[in-house]
């Protein structure tokens, strides 16, 4: 996405948004970090002043104006990178409103972590959420009936897949998307469990002597086992054919949602997170990393036996279909990222020679992952893994 001039920090448009004239970052500022604050329509001002407790403890200079494409305003910048020490303080400018307040302090991200990781527990699916944890978005337990298999599934019936996370914009559940976000979770609590060590989250485990990530985590992978068929391979969603409307979760009652089809696209996802969660948890819970475990070579051994793409040219919509697709024609970096991921777990060389077989080919650190390519996934956990 291209970011405009404006659009650096993050507005904070506090009260009536268009009487605003002073964009500030409405989160706040690390002490050692850039600050800036976008002003417009300023006039012949050219100065502005940081204030702190109606005391100005900083003067600068507003940058030459330019125009900013994405609103056709003009606009100038108030620098104030030198401020360094915490507190809460206000940007003003002669002849427009005062800024919205704003914190310089080294916690001002702290309270952003943690919403961003409860937002996680308003998506549960398949269970009620109590005012105790949710507060204003409660609500009554909802899909309660997930499944009944497809018709283009090669089974038929009633299975239990209930449980996991709905979707960012939607109540249906996909595992390629779930995949780049449990993966992404389980990475970062690696690399630095310090930082997702909090077990006060205000969730239904919290206290529990488990880190609130995990926990959270968890009840997605409880979801995961569940779309696991005895073949190894994973089915690609849990969904609605149509998409539900703007509703509460609980009203979305309609239909029994379908189990689609096996994708091996999904399955490569799956072994990966999997093998990753099995040696994060082993040391709060070693039975369920063994499930995770086993779970994740059942996995490998379907994508072994199946080499080519899962099904031919990658998933797609059976035609009475119109929920998300994340259809994807090449598998080669789902697989590749589970290979670097068992290989970490168990060291085992079979794994290890297949992720350097197939990276090989790879094109390397060349993006940041996303679901259609988490090759980098991959990558990052061979370089930085103990072998």
Not at 58 to 86: E, I
Not at 343 to 354: C, E, K, L, R, S
Request: aromatic share 12%.
């Amino acid at each position: 996405m291209r970011t405009s001039f404006l659009a650096l920090p993050l507005l904070a448009l506090a009260g009536a948004a268009h009487a605003q004239q002073i964009a500030v970052d409405g989160v706040g500022y690390l002490p050692n970090a850039a600050k800036s604050a976008v002003v417009w329509g300023a006039g012949s001002a050219d100065s502005f002043r940081v204030v702190r407790s109606g005391q100005v403890v900083l003067r600068g200079a507003l940058s030459a104006a330019v125009s900013d494409a994405a609103t056709g305003r003009s606009v100038r910048r108030a620098d104030f990178s030198s401020l360094r020490q915490p507190g809460a303080y206000t940007v003003q400018v002669t002849g427009v409103p005062t800024s919205a307040p704003f914190a310089v302090s080294p916690d001002v991200y702290r309270s952003v972590a943690a919403a961003s990781l409860k937002s996680y527990y308003y998506q549960r699916c398949g269970m009620a959420l109590s005012p105790q944890f949710a507060g204003f978005y409660y609500h009554s337990i909802c899909h309660a009936t997930d499944g009944v298999f497809h018709s283009t599934a090669d089974t038929s019936g009633r299975f239990d897949v209930t449980g996991g996370w709905h979707d960012a914009g939607d109540y249906n559940k996909y595992i390629v998307n779930a995949g780049i976000t449990v993966g992404t979770m389980l990475m970062g609590y690696e690399l630095a469990p310090e930082r997702f060590a909090a077990d006060t989250l205000n969730i239904p485990e919290s206290g529990n002597g488990v880190p609130d990530l995990l926990d959270e985590v968890r009840y997605e992978l409880d979801w995961f086992f569940k779309v696991q068929r005895t073949s190894g391979g994973v089915a690609h969603k849990v969904s609605r054919k149509q998409f539900a409307g703007f509703i509460m979760p609980q009203r979305d009652n309609n239909e029994i949602r379908s189990i689609y089809p096996i994708s091996s696209t999904a399955t490569g996802d799956f072994a990966a997170v999997m093998a990753r969660a099995a040696r994060i948890y082993r040391p709060f819970d070693p039975a369920f990393a063994d499930r995770c475990l086993d779970a994740a070579q059942r996995a490998w051994v379907y994508l072994a036996t199946s080499p080519g793409i899962v099904p031919s040219g990658g998933f797609r919509n059976p035609s009475d279909t119109g929920t998300g697709e994340y259809g994807d024609g090449d598998d080669r970096d789902e697989r590749l990222w589970a290979a670097a991921e068992l290989f970490i777990t168990t060291g085992d060389a079979v794994y290890g020679d297949a992720y350097e077989r197939m990276s090989a080919s790879s094109p390397g650190l060349t993006q940041a992952p996303y679901w259609g390519d988490v090759g980098t996934m991959g990558h990052l956990t061979y370089l930085t893994g103990p072998q």
